[in-house]
C-alpha cells in the first residue's frame, strides 16, 4: 500500500491502449475489477478476494484496487492488504469508506489478522484513504467501458462516487457493468448487502441514478467452501485463518455468495442472465421484478452444479499464489 502512486503509474501503462493497437487485437482483455467488500463481517468476502487473486495469477482478470466498505469494524481493510500481501500484491491501492453510517461492527477474525503484520507481512492495519478518492484514482487510470466494479458488500461507495461530479463522469466513461452479490427476493424480503446495517437508506438513490448495466448474484448459500482444501495451504495464509477464526469454518465449510459473484464477473459463460428490475422497498428490503423491462438490471444464476461450483471454487482458493507468501 506504500507504493500507491508507483502502483498507478504502473497500472496506467497497463491498462492505456497502445498507440495504433486500440481495434488490432481479436481477443478480449480480461475484466479490469474494483473489488468492493465489508471484508470481516462474514468469511466468504476473504475467500472471494483469494479467487479473485487466483484468477489475476491466471490473466482472467486484473484486479485494479480494493474498496473497504465498512465503517464500523474498520480492520477489515487490514485484512485485505493481508490477503494483497500474500498473493504478492501488497501494493495494490485500497480505499475505505471514512464514515461510520453504515457497516457490522462484529469481529470474528479481522481484528486479529490486521494487527497481525509481523505474521503477514503487510502494513495497512485499519486506515486507508477514502473510497472516493481512490474510486477516482483507479478510473482515471482506466481505459474507457474496461472496469468492472464488483460489489460483495454494501454498495453505498457508489452513491458517494456518483455524487462527485468527477466521480460520475468517471462512471459513465470508464465502468462497463456493476456485478453486486446481492439476493434477488420475488416478494420484498431482506438483503444483508443491499439493504441491512444501513444501506436500504442509499439504495433508492443507487438504482435510480446508477448509468450501467447491472447484474445481481444471488446464490452461495448452500455453496460451503473453505473446508477441504483451504485447510492443506500454510499457516500464515491470511485466508486460511480467517476461515480458521471465523466459526471455524476451516472443518465446517461456509456459503459462498461472494466467491460465486466473483466467478460470474470472471467466467459469465458459467452463468445465465435474467432480466428485470431490482427496486429497494423499505428499510433493509428489495424485492426482485421479473417481468420488469428497461432497467438494465439482470439477475444471474449458475448453469453448472453447486457441487461443480464448490469445486471450482475451493480449488481456487487453495492453490498457490503465482507469487508471495507461499
Ligand atoms: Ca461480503
Known amino acids: 500500500m506504500k507504493k500507491l502512486f508507483r502502483t498507478l503509474t504502473i497500472l496506467f501503462c497497463a491498462l492505456a491502449p497502445a498507440s495504433g493497437a486500440k481495434a488490432a487485437s481479436s481477443v478480449a482483455a480480461p475484466p479490469v475489477i474494483i473489488f468492493d467488500t465489508d471484508m470481516g463481517s462474514d468469511v466468504d468476502d476473504a475467500g472471494a478476494l483469494a479467487l479473485l487473486h487466483r484468477l ?38 485500497l480505499g475505505q469508506y471514512q464514515r461510520e453510517d453504515i457497516g457490522d461492527p462484529n469481529n470474528l477474525y479481522s481484528r486479529q489478522i490486521a494487527t497481525a503484520t509481523n505474521v503477514y507481512r503487510h502494513d495497512v492495519i485499519d486506515r486507508a ?14 481505459r474507457e467501458g474496461s472496469v468492472t466494479i464488483l460489489t460483495v458488500g454494501h454498495p453505498h461507495g457508489l452513491v458517494w462516487l456518483m455524487r462527485d461530479t468527477e466521480g460520475a463522469r468517471l462512471v459513465t466513461n470508464k465502468v462497463s457493468r456493476w456485478v453486486a452479490m446481492g439476493g434477488t427476493p420475488e416478494q420484498p424480503g431482506r438483503d444483508w448487502n443491499l439493504g441491512e446495517n444501513g444501506t436500504g437508506a442509499y439504495m433508492d438513490e443507487l438504482l435510480a441514478n446508477w448509468p450501467t448495466k447491472a447484474y445481481f448474484s444471488p446464490v452461495g448459500e448452500t455453496v460451503i467452501t473453505g473446508n477441504r482444501k483451504l485447510p492443506a495451504t500454510p499457516k500464515n495464509n491470511p485466508v486460511r485463518e480467517a476461515y480458521r477464526l471465523w466459526n471455524n469454518a476451516i472443518e465446517k465449510g461456509r456459503s459462498s455468495w461472494d466467491q460465486v459473484a466473483v466467478l460470474y464477473a470472471a467466467r459469465p459463460q458459467l452463468f445465465e442472465t435474467q432480466p428485470g428490475r431490482m427496486r429497494h422497498t423499505t428499510g433493509p428490503n428489495v424485492v426482485w421484478e421479473p417481468k420488469a423491462a428497461g432497467a438494465m438490471h439482470y439477475r444471474v444464476l449458475p448453469k453448472i452444479s453447486e457441487a461443480a461450483l464448490a469445486e471450482t471454487i475451493e480449488d481456487l482458493m487453495a492453490q498457490p499464489p503465482r507469487k508471495g507468501g507461499w
Open 56 to 93: 489475476a495469477d491466471l490473466g482472467e482478470v486484473q484486479l485494479a484496487g480494493v474498496i473497504f466498505s465498512s465503517g464500523k469494524n474498520r480492520f477489515g481493510v487490514g485484512v485485505c492488504d493481508a490477503i494483497n500481501t500474500w498473493y504478492g500484491r501488497g501494493s495494490l491501492p
Open 129 to 142: 484513504p477514502d473510497l472516493v478518492t481512490v474510486y477516482r484514482e483507479l478510473l482515471r487510470a482506466a
